[in-house]
């Protein structure tokens, strides 16, 4: 199957080569030539400018978005929104916030082209593990270009399948038709969220951890643990493992006192929505919002546990220390 993939940064350069490497067709444009490139070594097809972009797919054609989320994905839709024709669809596969998928599916809309929300969650890793995607738009548009999704999909793989499980088949597969427009960014955006949860869970207990070796305890009390033998003995077992806690067990086994990172942890947005949304339901998210006001104080008081978090974060998604989320060029297209 044919699809065209705007933004070739850390996501949407893996999702590409993952589209190849299952057989698809990918064309790529980019404001960075050298981006570019890169892909067409590995057999993408080349566009100079989102016109020669259009031109190079064929009808109905569909357009995965990857740029981060904001100024960069809005210009991006509404300049592709002038230049795509009736049928065509534009998948948003960024951190979008939820209500603008409903808006600009809405503005679409009288011209005939689909627009799909696909929260999209993976990191660096995805090309090689899948990615699990949460995807929001009309039905038969998704089930069209179901071929896409199944092959940027983990797949079953070594996944012990869940007992009793009958539901969407896609599911088990890595991937859903999460309802309507927003949907799919609105169950991603959770999904962030609890993931603040989660990685705070992980840098809290390790900072106790650590902690026990301080010379104010008494000293027959302090414990010189190895957080390395820590992380990696709790892999094995324990009923805390997750992939979280295997990337805190790489980030240690890097870097155990993790001396090349300052602690200061940047945070993509969803987590601050995601907590907007729970007071407009009126539902308690205690951990999610201490979590997401920890990496607030990070950015002024930062301690072990901070650390750790932003090791994490580089760990899942390359992302720099200080650095805001990217998931592509933050640039405005050239058209």
Known sequence: MQIGMVGLGRMGGNISRRLIAHGHEVVVYDRDQKAIDA???DKATAAASLEDFFRKLARPRAVWVMLPSGNPTEETVLALGKILEESDTIIDGGNSFWKDDIRRAKLLKPRGIHYIDCGTSGGVWG?????????GGDKSEVDRLDPI???????????????????????????IHAGPNGAGHFVKMVHNGIEYGLMQAYAEGFDVLQGRAHESLPEDERFDIDLTDVAEVWRRGS?????LLDLTAIALAKDPKLKGFKGYVDDSGEGRWTINAAIEEAVPVN??????????RSRIDKSFGDKLLSA????????IEGALEDHGMAAKPKT
Not at 160 to 172: L, M, S, V, W
Not at 287 to 296: E, H, Q
């Open 312 to 319: 994490m974060r580089n760990e899942f998604g390359g992302h």
């Open 239 to 243: 009923v805390i493992s997750s992939w």
């Open 39 to 41: 892909l067409v070594k």
């Open 149 to 175: 999704f199944k092959a940027l999909a983990p797949g079953l793989g070594a996944i012990e399948r869940t007992k009793g499980f009958n539901a969407d088949p896609r599911a088990e597969q890595g991937y």
């Open 127 to 135: 090309a090689e593990r899948g990615y699990c995607m949460m995807i």
């Open 287 to 296: 951990v999610l919002s201490a979590a997401l006001f920890t990496r607030f």
